[in-house]
């Protein structure tokens, strides 16, 4: 039975639950805030569990020319001593890829999807969540032109589904006195540039300890043989702020960063230089939100960072969003009434999802940089084992069960009648 569903936001998460949703049968609009989507941002991770889900939306080919696939997760300290590394997506052996890209690119290949799907008509931007009110038949949206505030319209559905991020307006119902995003006392400054490719050029690693970190990886192949690659960066480091008062996504001058890494060159990169010839940079506290109680309310759920917003440890926040949109069309696809489907689908993803925002707050998988800053006595030169190796096999595998990508359970999934 196809259900009239709204959703309000149209980001990552968005959009792929309204195709989700479409080709499970509903009748799905999408409304973005946003008045003109532009291909914005930096590099964002598609873990496999949630490539799986892309590709059964017809976007394989799509991705796989976006996208660098990513062979290797690589963890060092901050003179580049290796710790731990383990193989990514298909070198893994997963049935699917883990995917590094750009995420404006992401966005506009799954916008695109959206409106060639849905039709244009489906798809409304310049459309802010305003309000909502609801009875046992149907739920009303309000919607309004964020940047004057007049009113754009008024839809009816049968369900709402809040995918309206990190600031929801939809979440403000469940919570309304939640106040700001907690913060992490960290900060988080991201940039792209073109830069030589390194190691063997689908290479993913983090360095560094608590105070003072560096992620970097490919979101792009070279263009033409030989060429540079589009390399995304993340450099990390604590500052005092407020976050009720912060500018998010400010643009910074990343010679104001790059000084703090002048001397971290791993021979094959070097990471001061790499952050030096970076144009511009974007700054970001690093937040989360606690776990909710509930995500629904009669006709209205949430989904993505409105319902489960976490910290980017792990690279799992927009993987989590399309898992999301995938248990919400099984759910309603059900033969039951919409707020019984809507409990089924919060009691498929709810909990592992408030199970992993608590997980990120120490640090994810990325903890073992600080477990070889507080034992390391300096003895080790080319590779770390001041921490024992089952150590950090067993952190690496229990991260992997929690999020649902380790590969038994990626295996199990590929065996499924709907899979690849």
């Not at 949703?21 to 509903?26: E, T, Y």
């Not at 360095?207 to 970190?213: I, V």
């Not at 006595?377 to 649902?404: F, Q, S, W």
């Amino acid at each position: 039975m196809g259900r009239r569903v709204l959703i309000a936001g149209g980001g990552i998460g968005g959009l792929s639950a309204a195709l989700c949703l479409d080709r499970a049968g509903h009748d799905v609009t999408v409304f973005e805030s946003v008045t003109e989507p532009r291909e914005l941002g930096v590099g964002i991770n598609l873990l496999p569990h949630s490539v799986r889900v892309l590709h059964d939306l017809g976007l394989e080919a799509e991705l796989s020319t976006a996208a660098v696939a990513t062979s290797e997760l690589r963890f060092c300290t901050d003179d580049g001593v290796p710790i731990w590394s383990e193989p990514r997506g298909l070198d893994a052996g997963s049935p699917w890829p883990q995917y590094s890209m750009h995420r404006g690119r992401l966005q506009m290949l799954l916008l695109e999807a959206a409106r060639r799907v849905l039709g244009a008509d489906r798809v409304l931007t310049g459309h802010h969540l305003d309000g909502f009110e609801q009875d046992s038949d149907r739920v009303l949206a309000r919607f309004v032109d964020r940047r004057s505030g007049s009113p754009v319209g008024e839809y009816a559905g049968e369900v709402l589904v809040g995918a309206d991020g990190l600031h929801s307006v939809l979440r403000g119902s469940f919570a309304p006195d939640e106040g700001p995003p907690r913060y992490s006392g960290l900060v988080l400054w991201r940039g792209a540039v073109e830069a030589p490719p390194f190691l063997d050029g689908r290479t993913m690693f983090m360095a560094g300890h608590d105070l003072q970190k560096a992620v970097v990886y490919p979101i792009r192949g070279p263009l033409e043989a030989g060429g540079t690659v589009l390399t995304n960066w993340v450099a990390e480091r604590p500052v005092d702020l407020d976050v009720a008062t912060a500018d998010w996504n400010a643009a910074v001058d990343p010679g104001e960063i790059a000084p703090w890494f002048a001397d971290w060159d791993f021979g094959w990169i070097h990471v001061g230089e790499l952050l030096a010839s970076t144009e511009v940079a974007y700054e970001f506290p690093m937040v989360d939100r606690d776990p909710l109680d509930r995500w629904c309310d009669g006709r209205v759920t949430l989904m993505g960072d409105a319902a489960h917003p976490m910290r980017p440890n792990g690279s799992n926040g927009a993987s989590q969003a399309v898992l999301d949109g995938e248990a919400l069309a099984d759910a309603l696809s059900a033969d039951v009434d919409v707020p019984v489907a809507l409990e089924a689908y919060e009691d498929a993803r709810r909990e592992t999802t408030s199970r992993l925002v608590l997980a990120n707050r120490q640090a994810g998988p990325e903890r073992v940089m600080q477990w070889v800053r507080d034992r390391c006595g300096g003895t080790c030169r080319d590779h770390h084992t001041c921490v024992p190796i089952g150590d950090l096999e067993r952190a690496a595998n229990a991260y992997k069960e929690l999020a649902g990508f380790d590969l038994a359970t990626l295996q199990a999934l590929s065996r499924q009648p709907n899979a690849d």
